[in-house]
């Protein structure tokens, strides 16, 4: 009877020693390990694709920024130019008014000696014929010779003439003087309209400018909040790539403890086999009670197996055998910046992973997509091309269909090409 319960004992302590080494409940498996490293991968994973987003919505914004401040630089320049002109057309302006000033000057003396001229003209006609031949046989008559009388009538004669072609001439510079005064006006009047009209162009420019600047300064508010996201989820990954560094650690020193664990257990459990032949030599009757301790070993796995789907391998590259490969992924699930072609991938890590594994690098983001390859036109679209629209990438395969990575909901599915409006149509494969 000592002997039977000094085995029994000895089977005990065996066993606590093989439960307390193998297994302490402070402590966590190697395998458990390797399931939080197997998370924290998954959640760097993740991180990084939110990383990768904030640096292309970034570098987007950067690129606006530009895009705007270039067209300040534009507007600042034409601006410039406008307002040059205008100052111009005001010079001018002045110009004009001090020649039409000197013109009615002119024009006020011309009218002036006219009205003298035309005064005294009509004075000496009113002497010569108001009163009649007698003043002017009078005048004749006061010559002293055939000759003084020839040359008092020519004189006379030619009296007139003057006055009249004096006359004509005043009354030519005074409508030469009108007429270059209206010429003069008519250059104002042009020169006012286009001083209004580059005016107007003038205020719209300013308030243009005043847009962009204002739209540029929203693009740096933009900016810096990308950026610090940006460099948030970097620190995220940084302590992610850490963490995952300390888990490998932990697991390599965790499989050493569990090996030396093993070892002692097998120790252990060698001495427990000694231990109970000893009490099956002493007890026979015993024997049945410790023969059946690991039975169900083998049951472990059963019903662990499931079938797996096969897809055909990529062949080469062509159009039609990236739709034809594409294709064979439909049902597999949206999974949000994954990139996996069976386990689940969003709508541009579809795109990515299926031109991947014809070994043909592309953008990984929907946006950056939207200026790879080349351009054409839907109506030359072929199969193989990726049809980019607002925040989402698909691949042609051919009469009016895509396959794309659609929803969470509906996975990766085929559907009309048309159901969106379209920003561009790319050709990767040439």
């Known amino acids: ?139 004749l008559m006061q010559a002293t010779s055939y000759a003084d009388m020839m040359n008092k009538a020519s004189y006379v004669e ?20 009108l007429a270059y005064q209206n010429q003069l006006e008519d250059e104002k ?10 005016k107007g162009e003038k205020e719209h420019m300013e308030t243009v400018l005043a847009q962009y600047k204002k739209q540029y300064s929203d693009f740096d508010v933009q900016l810096a909040k990308a950026q ?19 888990l490998t650690n932990q697991i390599t020193q965790k499989k050493a403890e569990e090996e030396a664990a093993r070892k002692a257990a097998e120790e252990a459990a060698k001495a427990a086999e000694e231990a109970k032949k000893k009490a099956e030599e002493s007890q026979k009757s015993d024997n049945s009670d410790n023969t059946d301790n690991n039975s169900n070993d083998d049951d472990n796995d059963s019903g662990s197996s ?26 597999n699930p949206y999974v949000p910046g994954g990139t996996s072609l069976t386990d689940g991938a969003d709508c541009s890590g579809f795109v990515w992973a299926v031109y991947h594994s014809f070994g043909i690098s592309v953008p990984r983001t929907s946006w950056a997509l939207q200026s790879a390859g080349t ?25 009016g269909c895509i396959v794309h990575a659609s929803t969470q909901r509906t996975g990766i599915k085929i559907g009309n090409a048309a159901y969106k409006p379209m920003i561009t149509v790319r050709r990767i494969l040439n």
């Open 189 to 198: 009047s042009d020169l006012e309209t286009s001083e209004y009209e580059l």
């Open 158 to 177: 030619k009296l007139y003439d003057y006055d009249r072609q004096q006359l004509k001439k005043f009354v030519e510079a005074q409508q030469k003087a």
């Open 306 to 331: 499931s079938g797996s789907k096969s897809y055909n391998a990529p062949g080469s590259a062509t159009g039609s055998n990236v739709a034809s490969f594409a294709t064979q992924f439909v049902g």
């Open 375 to 399: 351009e054409v036109s839907y109506d030359d679209a072929q199969p193989g091309d990726v049809i980019c629209y607002a925040g989402h990438v698909a691949i042609y395969i051919g009469n």
């Open 1 to 139: 009877m000592k002997r039977r319960f000094t085995a029994v004992l000895c089977i005990f302590i065996a066993i606590s020693m093989m439960t307390l080494v193998a297994d302490p409940v402070w402590a966590a498996t190697s395998s458990d390990l390797e399931k939080q490293k197997t998370q924290a991968e998954q959640q760097k994973k993740a991180t990084q694709s939110q990383l990768d987003k904030a640096n292309g919505v970034a570098s987007g914004i950067a690129g606006q920024k530009s895009a705007v401040g270039n067209k300040i630089d534009e507007t600042n320049s034409d601006l410039v130019e406008v307002i040059a002109n205008v100052d111009l057309i005001e010079d001018e302006i002045k110009e004009k008014q001090a020649q039409i000033d000197q013109t009615q000057k002119e024009y006020d003396q011309a009218k002036k000696q006219e009205d003298e001229l035309y005064a005294a003209m009509k004075e000496r006609i009113r002497f010569m014929y108001e009163k009649g031949d007698a003043s002017y046989v009078e005048l």
């Open 228 to 246: 610090q996201d940006a460099a948030a989820y970097k620190a995220q990954v940084r302590q992610q790539t850490a963490a995952i560094n300390a």
